[in-house]
C-alpha cells in the first residue's frame, strides 16, 4: 500500500514507492496515526480514472471495484443509435454483409444456431425480449424491429417501466463486473466473473433503487437470473433462461419428452418436431456452465436439473445421436433412485454398437486425438449423406475443422464442443477394460453388456435411411445392433431423411409420441 504523504516518516524520505512489504506498511500506518493526533489530514489524493486505465490495460479481477460506475438512462435518440450499432453487431455475429442480408428472411438461414442464439438473446436483451427458442425457431430480423418500436413506445409512456428498470440494472451489473453482453450469461454465477467482496458490497449498492439483495447473495453461486427473481419488480417481459440447461420448447400436460443433444450440445435439430409433435418436449443442451470433466458426471448434472423442474417420474427420455452413452447412464440413475422411466430412445445411434469387434478396436488401438479425428470424418459423411443439410453448412463444417478464416463461430464452437464430448466418451469406455490386464475384446464386452443390458426401460431404436448406418465401424448394420438387447426393443427405419434432418419428418414425431 501507498505511504501517507506528508507524513513525518515520508518526509524524512525523498523517493515515493507505489508498493511495501507488511512490515513498512505497518510504519506507515503507525506514522500516518501519530500525524493525525497532530493535525487533520489536509493532503488531497485525486481520483484515479480507472475506466479509461481499464480500457488500455485491463485490471485484473480483484480490482474491478474500483471501476467508477455511472448510471444515466439512454435517451432515445441514444436508443436507436444503440440500435443502429446492435445490427452491425448482429452482422458480425452471423458473418453475413449488409448486402446479403434480408430482414425477412429467418436468421438460421445465415447460421444462426443454440450458441449463437443464446448470445444473440443476450445481445437484444436491452432493447427487446428474444428467447433463444425464439430466435431459433425462425424469427426474421423484421420482426425483432417490430418489437423495437413495441418496447419504445411503452418505454415512452411510462419511463420507469419494468423493462426500462431491468434494463438499467443489467447495465450496472456488467458495468461493475466488466463483461460485455455478449460474454455475460445470466445463468453463470456471478462469483465466475471475478466478483470479489468489494464488487459485491457495490453491486448491492448500485441495486438498490431496483432490488434488496445482500452480499452474501452475491457472492455464492447465486445467478442473474436467480437474483431478478428475488426482485420486487416484474421481470415477466425479459427472458432471462435463454442459457439454461434445460429448455422446454412445448410445453403442455402429460409426461414431458425429455431429449438429450447430439455432441455439438445444440438443441437447434429439435426444433423441427414443433411441426407435428403433440405433447410437451423438453431438451438438454450444452451451455457454459455445463460440466465437462467427465461423461457421468454430465449425466449426474442434466440428472440435476431435470429432477429441480420434475423431482419426481415417470420420465421419458430420448438420446440423441452421441449421446446414446449418457441415455443409458441417466436412465440407469433414475431407476437406482427408485424412478420409473417409461421410455429410452435412441436415434441415429446406439449403444450396442460398441459390442461390435471393429468398434471395440477402436478404444484400443486409437489415441484419442484419433478418434476425434474418425468423430470429425462421421460427422462430414453424415452431412454428404443427409438431403436436408445443403451444401453450406458442408462446407462451414469443414472449413471449422481445418480452422479457416473463413469458418463461422457458430461452426467452429460446434467443432470444439464436439470434440470435448467425443474425448468424455472415448475415456468412458475405456474404463470398461480390466485395469490389470491386456486391453482386449474379451475383457471389454463382459463388463460394458452388464452395464448396459443392466437397463430396465422399455427401449425404442430410429434409424434414418440417410444418416448413421453408413458410418458406422464395420460397415452398415441395419438396427444398428438393436436386435442385440436382451429387453424387447423396436427398431424403425425411417426413409428419405438424414442424420439431421430427421426431427422435420411427422413420421418421427408420431412415434417419440408414443
Known amino acids: 500500500m501507498p505511504e501517507v504523504l506528508e507524513a513525518v516518516y515520508s518526509d524524512r524520505r525523498n523517493d515515493v514507492p507505489l508498493t511495501k512489504p507488511t512490515e513498512a506498511s505497518w510504519v506507515y500506518l503507525e506514522d500516518g496515526l501519530r500525524k493525525l493526533d497532530d493535525s487533520p489530514f489536509n493532503q488531497y489524493i485525486p481520483d484515479m480514472d480507472w475506466k479509461s486505465l481499464d480500457a488500455h490495460f485491463p485490471l485484473p479481477a480483484p480490482f474491478r471495484h474500483l471501476i467508477s460506475v455511472k448510471y444515466h438512462r439512454p435517451t432515445h435518440q441514444k436508443q436507436s443509435r444503440h440500435k443502429e450499432d446492435l445490427l452491425s453487431r448482429v452482422l458480425d455475429l452471423l458473418e453475413v454483409s449488409a448486402a446479403d442480408f434480408d430482414f425477412t428472411q429467418p436468421l438460421t438461414i445465415y447460421g444462426l444456431d443454440s450458441i449463437s442464439a443464446a448470445k444473440l438473446s443476450s445481445m437484444l436483451r436491452p432493447f427487446a425480449s428474444f428467447s433463444q427458442i425464439q430466435l431459433l425457431g425462425g424469427a426474421t430480423w423484421s420482426e425483432i424491429q417490430k418489437e423495437f418500436q413495441s418496447s419504445s413506445s411503452t418505454g415512452d409512456s411510462d419511463e420507469s417501466s419494468t423493462l426500462g428498470d431491468i434494463t438499467l440494472a443489467d447495465d450496472i451489473l456488467l458495468d461493475i463486473l466488466g463483461v460485455s453482453p455478449e460474454d455475460f450469461s445470466p445463468d453463470i454465477p456471478l462469483s465466475s466473473y471475478g466478483l470479489d467482496s468489494l464488487g459485491a458490497s457495490r453491486l448491492a449498492t448500485a441495486l438498490k433503487p431496483f432490488m434488496t439483495l445482500t452480499q452474501m447473495q452475491l457472492m455464492g453461486q447465486t445467478t442473474w437470473s436467480e437474483l431478478l427473481q428475488l426482485a420486487d419488480t416484474s421481470h415477466d417481459s425479459v427472458d432471462h433462461s435463454a442459457a439454461q440447461p434445460l429448455v422446454e420448447i412445448f410445453s403442455g400436460p402429460g409426461t414431458p419428452l425429455i431429449i438429450l443433444p447430439g455432441a455439438n450440445g445444440s438443441i437447434a435439430p429439435f426444433l423441427g418436431l414443433r411441426k407435428h409433435f403433440r405433447g410437451p418436449v ?131 464452437s460446434e467443432v470444439g464442443i464436439t470434440r470435448t464430448v467425443m474425448t468424455l466418451i472415448f475415456r468412458f469406455l475405456r474404463e470398461f477394460y480390466s485395469p490389470t490386464g491386456a486391453k482386449s475384446f474379451s475383457t471389454f464386452i463382459g463388463p460394458f453388456t452388464t452395464w448396459l443390458f443392466s437397463v430396465k426401460a422399455p427401449l425404442l431404436v430410429l434409424v434414418a435411411e440417410h444418416g448413421v448406418v453408413h458410418s458406422i465401424p464395420g460397415g452398415a448394420w441395419p438396427d444398428l445392433g438393436a436386435s442385440r438387447f436382451r429387453n424387447p426393443v423396436t427398431a424403425h427405419h425411417i426413409t428419405g431423411v438424414g442424420h439431421f434432418g430427421l426431427f422435420a419428418d411427422e413420421r418421427v414425431a408420431r412415434m417419440l409420441e408414443h
Open 282 to 412: 423438453w431438451a438438454m443442451q450444452i451451455t457454459e456452465s455445463t460440466p465437462l470433466e467427465s461423461l457421468l458426471g454430465l449425466a449426474e448434472f442434466w440428472k440435476e436439473q431435470i429432477c429441480e423442474k420434475r423431482p419426481h417420474g415417470p420420465y421419458r427420455f430420448a438420446a440423441y445421436s452421441a449421446s446414446v452413452l449418457l441415455g443409458v447412464a441417466l436412465t440407469k440413475m433414475m431407476e437406482d433412485a427408485g424412478e420409473e422411466v417409461l421410455q429410452l430412445t435412441f436415434i441415429e445411434n446406439c449403444p450396442v454398437l460398441w459390442t461390435r469387434e471393429e468398434s471395440e478396436a477402436l478404444l484400443r488401438e486409437r489415441t484419442e486425438a484419433e478418434f476425434r479425428d474418425l468423430s470429425d470424418e462421421s460427422v462430414l459423411d453424415m452431412l454428404r449423406n443427409d438431403p436436408s443439410a445443403g451444401h453450406v453448412a458442408l462446407s462451414n463444417y469443414e472449413a471449422a475443422l481445418r480452422d479457416l478464416p473463413e469458418a463461422s463461430p457458430s461452426s467452429c
